[in-house]
């Protein structure tokens, strides 16, 4: 258990990750001299949902509307004796604090002065620098694998530090390989909506993005690379800070279907030189979203105050590969290796006997060939007739030596789905809430070496949720309150789970070491021969949740804009990846079956599965605990503009 505790600091910041994806805009009010205005109500209204902020100006005139979604606004300002000022088309976007200059005239303040067709406003109240993507570069710039995390790579600041496969989202690790800024890999903070959105694996520490929203219920995103807010902190690399959609008053919503198939492919140049028809494969992606105000006939009329989004999205693909293994022969699997004697240098593939073994002149052991390489029914061992009939049967020729005798071609599917959904709600002017969800699940099933029963199952899942508070305690006073859970977990598991040990022939007091539900057939390595019930990562899974919670409290005194608050949060992991504790790990060398002395060279092939069948085998088992971890970081800030 770690405590780390980050103590802010006037104007400066540690780390890189920024806590906010909404943006502020903030100004001065003056009069035609320039004279400052105090006591001005300023209310900026969202364009698309009716939402409402206000503040007033300070005594010189300085105002702040913080928290505000990214998205356009009006901005109104109103004082006794003065005109009223309205400022249409201010563009709102994640993470930035405009600068917004309100000049007002003397007069009757049912006048009102519009003020349009300005030019686009600077984002001059930040002193970060990081890359912006907004929705319409959102829906125009091609994402390969359908992950608006991919437009991170267009940034000048980011290198690519994995292979440029398609990056869908199913891949937290590729997405989460980049270095920024000449920053470490995986030390990038993901957040939505101000929420962290990172996981810990518990196997190598890295930290990687847990959930990689549909485009369609992405608003904007920004990478901040170099922040000098006191807000910031918690990593040494860069932040991705993505700002989720929300539903408007109008009814929006929309449908897609993307897909990518070998049938329309031409063949390539090489391809067409050596008479190959390029590979099989299906690509398919489809989606919908939709967004509105939420009405309930009688009950509630959720225009300007109530909405509601959802988003799905599910990928199916598949790209079929192919293997050429080895497998034991049907004579081989009763014990006869004769075959081997009769290709050239066949002496070479003499089995020898393990249990002739005896000592020989120099501190050597010497054993006796199996007569013809035949080994005797008498010899073959109950395990090894079990696990070697596993196996399929070779359906190719091979080689002389009995290699590369089977062929197997995998589609390998893959597939998830995603779903994401978000309820807003303005309580009064000065209070609103909002509340996120999410989950994803993917599965994908593998064959290693293309037999049957080494056969297993990847999946990966993220859940996740947000609720979000903001409170405006004063005329110059906003509260921010933050919750939010972030889950994921990587689990595999061999499809042979419930195999009865003793039905291979196992003893019932090794059987009752593991548990029977996830008791497997195991792994076993016999030289040349392809293995049997092989993993990837192991039987389990690596989990972690984070729990974030943060209070950002916004005052405005005089000439100072002042921000302070606190960033709680608890990682915690968990680990049950125990493949040895299910099953035996058995491998079976040619240690005990080469010869006539034991430190003669090993065969090609044959002498490790005769070791298979007399019952030599080496191997182990574990007894293997869970495991977990958990880390408190503690985070305290005082910003002064």
Do not use: C
């Not at 509105?292 to 079929?320: K, S």
């Not at 996120?436 to 049957?452: C, E, F, K």
């Not at 080496?618 to 869970?626: I, N």
């Amino acid at each position: 258990m770690r405590w780390l505790t980050i103590a802010g600091a006037l104007l400066t910041a540690i780390g890189a990750a920024a806590q906010e994806s909404r943006g502020v805009i903030a100004g001065r009010v003056t009069d035609e001299s320039g004279a400052s205005v105090s006591g001005a109500r300023l209310r900026a209204r969202n364009i698309e949902t009716g939402i409402v902020t206000s503040a007033l100006s300070g005594l010189n005139g300085a105002f702040r509307l913080p928290f505000l979604i990214p998205g356009v606004y009006q901005v109104d300002a109103e004082f006794t004796g003065f005109k009223k000022t309205s400022i249409e088309k201010v563009e709102v976007r994640v993470g930035e604090t405009l600068d917004l200059p309100v000049r007002m005239e003397l007069g009757n303040v049912a006048e009102t002065i519009e003020v349009s067709g300005a030019a686009p406003l600077l984002e001059t109240g930040t002193s970060g620098m990081g890359t912006f993507m907004d929705a319409r570069r959102l829906q125009d710039l091609p994402q390969r694998g359908g992950n608006p995390m991919e437009l991170t790579r267009l940034s000048p600041q980011v290198v690519n530090l994995t292979n440029l496969r398609a990056m869908k989202a199913s891949s937290p690790s590729g997405t989460s390989q980049m270095a920024v800024a000449g920053g470490p890999r995986f030390n990038t903070e993901f957040q939505i909506d101000g929420i962290s959105n990172t996981t810990a694996d518990l196997g190598d520490g890295r930290i990687r993005v847990a959930f990689i929203p549909p485009s369609s219920a992405v608003s904007e995103f920004r990478m901040e690379v170099s922040p000098y807010d006191a807000t910031f902190g918690h990593t040494p690399g860069a932040t991705v800070n993505i700002s989720t959609k929300s539903g408007a008053n109008q009814l929006h919503g929309e449908l897609r279907y993307w897909f990518r198939n070998s049938a329309l492919d031409a063949p390539n140049w090489f391809e067409n030189r050596n008479g190959v028809k390029p590979a099989v494969y299906q690509d398919n992606r489809y989606g919908a979203s939709a967004g509105g105000p939420v009405w309930i006939p009688r009950l509630h009329d959720g225009r300007n105050r109530t909405f509601w989004f959802y988003a799905y999205e599910g990928n199916q693909w598949g790209r079929p590969t192919s293997s050429t293994n080895t497998v034991p022969t049907v004579a081989q699997r009763t014990g006869d290796f004769s075959a081997l004697l009769t290709i050239p240098n066949g002496s070479r593939y003499q089995i020898y006997n393990p249990f002739s073994t005896r000592a020989a002149a120099g501190g050597r052991f010497q054993r006796d060939p199996i007569p013809g390489n035949v080994i005797p029914s008498s010899m073959l061992d109950s395990v090894g007739l079990n696990l070697v009939n596993l196996y399929p049967a070779p359906n190719q020729a091979g080689r002389n030596d009995g290699t590369n005798n089977h062929f197997y071609s995998d589609v390998r599917k893959q597939e998830y789905n995603t779903h994401f959904g978000r309820l807003d709600h303005q309580f009064r002017e000065g209070h609103r809430v909002f509340f996120r969800i999410h989950n994803y699940a993917w599965i994908s099933g593998q064959d290693r070496y293309g037999l049957p029963v080494s056969r297993f199952n990847t999946r990966s899942g993220r859940r996740g949720l947000a609720l979000d508070d903001v409170l405006i305690l004063g005329p110059a006073t906003v509260l921010n309150l933050r919750y939010g859970l972030s889950y994921g977990d990587q689990g595999e598991a061999r499809q042979t789970q419930g195999t009865d040990l003793t039905t291979l022939g196992f003893s019932r007091a090794l059987a009752s070491l593991v548990d029977p539900a996830l008791s497997t057939v195991p792994r076993v390595r016999a030289g040349a021969y392809s293995p049997l019930a092989e993993w990837n990562n192991g039987d389990g899974a690596n989990s972690s949740i984070t729990h974030t919670l943060l209070a950002n409290l916004s005052n405005a005194r005089g000439a100072h804009s002042l921000r302070y608050g606190v960033d709680a949060r608890l990682y915690r992991g968990f680990g049950t990846r125990i493949p040895l504790a299910n099953s035996p790990d058995l491998n079976y060398p040619s240690t005990f079956t080469r010869g006539p002395l034991d430190n003669a060279a090993p065969a090609a092939i044959g002498q490790e599965l005769a070791s298979l069948l007399l019952g030599v085998p080496d191997g182990q088992m574990e007894r293997t605990a869970t495991s977990a971890f958990q880390d408190k970081y503690l985070g305290l800030f005082l910003q002064d503009d």
